[in-house]
């Protein structure tokens, strides 16, 4: 895939929803300059929770991550741009908020890692098993930014 249409994987988590935070995580990616293409808000079933977070299934804490992240509405998303996957993963902050850097999603909103907001994707191939669980093909957007003259060399 061209660099400039990777793509990655983005959630806000139910306590991201619930404390209004949707709006600043969308302006954050914007403002650095990514493309949205692709943006629903559901709650999660939880077969597609199981299948999202399989790698962790049999860990002491996956009942309870089942249940926090079906806990109320999700806000799941497709972000496109120029290395994407790593740009968007500072941008959200480490896991633990207590080691994200302020201006991060997380060491700005996150106080615990059990309520830290938003869930990123770690890997191109993370993204793209990701985007394939939570949005069929029709539903992620192709369109022609007019900004990437202005973002992109």
């Not at 293409?37 to 299948?51: F, G, I, M």
């Not at 615990?112 to 985007?131: K, T, Y």
């Amino acid at each position: 895939m061209d660099v400039r249409r990777q793509r990655t994987f983005i959630m806000v988590k139910p306590d991201g929803v619930q404390r209004r935070l949707v709006g600043e995580v969308i302006k954050r990616f914007e403002t650095k300059g990514f493309k949205l293409v692709a943006l629903k808000q559901l709650h999660a079933s939880d077969q597609l929770l199981r299948n999202h977070y399989a790698e962790h299934d049999g860990k002491p804490f996956f009942p309870k991550l089942l249940a926090y992240i079906g806990s109320g509405p999700v806000v799941a998303m497709v972000w496109e741009g120029a290395n994407v996957v790593d740009v968007s993963r500072k941008l959200v902050g480490a896991t633990r908020p207590s080691e994200s850097a302020p201006g991060t999603i997380r060491g700005d909103f996150a106080i615990e890692v059990g309520r830290n907001i938003i869930h990123g994707s770690d890997s191109v191939e993370s993204a793209q098993r990701e985007i394939a669980l939570w949005f069929r093909p029709e539903e992620v957007v192709e369109w022609n930014d007019h900004s990437n003259e202005w973002i992109y060399e």
